[in-house]
C-alpha cells in the first residue's frame, strides 16, 4: 500500500493484514496486491482509485429542547466528538409518540437545529438525532426526558433598570437590554420614530436574552428618543430610551440692542435653542470699539439673558457679542450691529403732508425725540381752543379745526413744534374767500385758485346758510 501522496510502497505482510496496519484516519491510500510462487513474485493488480480511510461518526452531542408550542417543538444539539475521519454532511431526527414502539423518521437537516412541527397537543413524544457521513450513520443521540406539548409561549418582557443613557461628546456609549421571551423575540430599533440605520459608529447586536446598541464616538446628531421592539410568536412589547449627549452648547439666539445712551447701553437675548444637554451657567459678554479687533470681556459671569453696560465714551462706535456656557464649554458668540453712545434725542423734523381738507383744517405729520410739544399760532398769536377752534395732537400727528369759518378766519397760521433738543416751524396762509355779492345762493360759487410760491393747497368750505367757500392755503 502507500498514500496518495506518496510515491513509497509499503509491503504487508500475510500474517499481520491489512487491517493490523497504522492507517492515517482521513487520508487516501492506493492498495495492490503481488502473486508469489517458487519462481518469483508476479505483476501487481492495483486500485485504480484511491482509497479514503473513515468510518461512520460517532452519534452527537447534547440535545436542547426549546421553544414548545401546543403542536411544534424545536431541537438543537452539538456536533459528534469525532466525525469518522470524514465530513458530517447531516443529521437524522427520529421522533416516537408514547405508547409506540416504532421510531418514525421526521426530516433530515444540515444544520445543528430542526423545528418539529405537527405534533398532537398533551401527548409525549421522544426524540433522537443521529449524524450521518460518506461512511454511514451513527448511533443515535436520545434526548434524555419526554416531550409533553403544550403551549409555553410567553409574551416578551423587557428588563431595564434606567431609561436615560448620557454621555460626554466623543466618547463611547453602549446600552444593554435584557428580556425574556418564549420563543426568543426579534428586536427592531428606532430612533424618532424612524427605523435605525446602521453605520460604522452605531451598531447593534442582539441575542436570544439581550439586545445591544453601541454608539462610538457620541455627537449631538445622537441625542434623541429611542424605542426598542420586541416581538414573538406569543405578542409585542416596546421600550422607549433616551439618550443625552454632553457637550458645549449652542450660541444664544435673539441677540437685541433695548436702549442706548451717551454712556451705556442695554442688551438682551434668548437662551441658546441648544443647551449641549445640560443647563446653561452663565454668558459672557464682550465688547470692542470698532477701530480695534481686540475684545475686551464686560462680564464672563452674567446670570440672566440681558445686561446693562455702562462706562461707555459718548460718540464711540462699539460692537457687542455674547455667548453661552455650561460645565462642558462655551458656545460660539453671537453679535451685535454697530452701536454709537449717544443720546437717544433728535431735534424735531419739519411738518410733512401738510394739507386743508374740509371746512378750514390743517393736518400735519410730527416726529421728534423726545416727543415735541405743539403750539398753533395764527398772525403771531395762540390761536387757544374756544368756540369754533379745535386743536388735536398726537405723537406722530396734528391738526387745527376751525368750524364754520368766516373771512376773518383768513390769515397766517404757524405750528411750531418744540422739544428739549430744539425747535422748528412752518407758514401755512390761508384765506377765507365769500361769494360776490348779488350773486343767486342756488348756484355755487366757483373755487377760486390762488397761487403763492409755485404751490396752491385748496379745500371746500360748506356754511351752515348753503353757502359754498373756497379756502386757500400757500406755503
Known sequence: ?????????????????????????????????????????????????????????????????SDVTCNSAKLSWEKPDHDGGSKITGYIVEMQAEGEDTWIKYSESKAQEMAVNGLTQGKEY??????????????????????????T???????????TFSVKAGNDLKIDVSFMGVPPPTAVWKKEGNALKETSRVN????????????????????????????????????????????????????????????????SWQPPCYTGGCQITNYVVEKRDTGSSIWQTVSATVARSSIKISRLTQGTEYQFRVAAENHYGKSQFIETETVVAQYPFRPPGPPTSLHVVQLLRIDADISGRPNPTVFWL?????????????????????????RECVRKDSGQYTLTLQNTVGTTSKVVTCKVLD?????????????????????????????????????????
Open 1 to 65: 500500500m502507500k498514500e496518495a501522496a506518496e510515491d513509497e510502497w509499503i509491503a504487508c505482510t500475510p500474517s499481520e493484514g491489512i487491517q493490523d496496519t497504522n492507517y492515517t484516519e482521513g487520508c487516501f491510500y492506493y492498495f495492490r496486491v503481488l502473486a508469489v510462487n517458487e519462481f518469483g513474485t508476479g505483476l501487481p493488480a492495483e486500485t485504480p482509485e484511491a482509497v479514503k480511510v473513515s468510518e461512520a461518526p460517532l452519534p452527537p452531542g447534547k440535545i436542547t429542547l
Open 126 to 151: 421522544f426524540f433522537r438525532v443521529s449524524a450521518v457521513n460518506e461512511k454511514g450513520r451513527s448511533e443515535p443521540k436520545s434526548l434524555l426526558t419526554p416531550v409533553m406539548v403544550k403551549d
Open 153 to 163: 409561549r410567553a409574551e416578551p418582557v423587557i428588563n431595564l433598570l434606567t431609561n
Open 204 to 267: 447593534v447586536t442582539t441575542s436570544h436574552s439581550t439586545s445591544q446598541i453601541i454608539i462610538k464616538d457620541a455627537t449631538r446628531i445622537d441625542v434623541g428618543a429611542y424605542e426598542v421592539i420586541l416581538t414573538n410568536s406569543a405578542g409585542t412589547t416596546s421600550a422607549e430610551i433616551f439618550v443625552n449627549v454632553f457637550e458645549r452648547p449652542g450660541p444664544p439666539s435673539d441677540l437685541s440692542v433695548n436702549d442706548v445712551s451717551a454712556d451705556f447701553v442695554s442688551l
Open 378 to 402: 395764527k398772525n403771531g398769536r395762540n390761536t387757544g381752543t374756544k368756540g369754533r377752534v379745535e386743536i388735536m395732537a398726537t405723537t406722530t400727528h396734528t391738526s387745527l379745526l376751525i
Open 435 to 475: 361769494r360776490p355779492a348779488g350773486r343767486s345762493h342756488s348756484s355755487p360759487t366757483r373755487t377760486d385758485h390762488r397761487h403763492l410760491k409755485g404751490k396752491v393747497i385748496k379745500c371746500v368750505v360748506f356754511f351752515p346758510t348753503s353757502q359754498l367757500f373756497n379756502v386757500t392755503t400757500y406755503h
